[in-house]
């Protein structure tokens, strides 16, 4: 359908949990050459916490306040930068949606946009620095422009997916920037940057979960 309501979001984040806690150790690994050996477990800790509150009987059944209870989770049980970061994003996300039961495919594009800014805003990386964000860039620009292109919302977001993928194999041969990998210098190259890692498992479960 076009329309992602409140219980396809919620997949969407188990989902991503449940991906996360899969490749925790593939995630750690990277984090182990280029970082401290963590973002595996600290995602997956945050996620584990996003899907407690998930579990909730009284999560708020409405997508606003529900993304919101998710990005506070995030910040407040993960350490590392990822956990304000990741949690940014779903706190940026909530108040673009807003108090809803579902979103249409520009709704949702803003809501994207909106995440991405509140990352950029807090992490102030920029496209290249071989961050998250050179999957979560791509992403989504891809999905706007598909919409934009008039593909049906199944395309967009597959193209988002599909879009993060590529931009976090081409962190492999950046110089890193911005956090802990940027401490390594030209060492930092030949290296795939774990966050753009998990960030391109977050737009495929979102392909996942949101295609009928
Ligand atoms: P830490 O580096 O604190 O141990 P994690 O290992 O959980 O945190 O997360 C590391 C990831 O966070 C990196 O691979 C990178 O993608 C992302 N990251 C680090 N700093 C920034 C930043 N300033 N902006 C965007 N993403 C960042
Ligand atoms: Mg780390
Ligand atoms: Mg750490």
Redesign the pocket.
Known sequence: SEIVDVTTLRSWLIRFAGDVEEHAAELTE??SA???A??GS??ARGMKAVVSVLADDSTPPSIGPMLKQSGMALVST??????P?YGTFFLRMATAAGECDALGPDSLAAAFRAGLEG?VA????SAG?????DALIPAVDAFEAALGEGKPFGDAIRAAADAAEAGRDATTGLLAR????SYLGERSVGHQ????TS?ALLFRAAATTMID
């Open positions: 990277l984090d280029i970082g401290d963590d973002h600290n995602l993960v350490g590392g930068a990822s956990g970061l990352v807090r992490g102030k990386a620095d071989k961050t998250m964000l911005k956090g802990r990998a940057d774990p966050g753009a960030t």
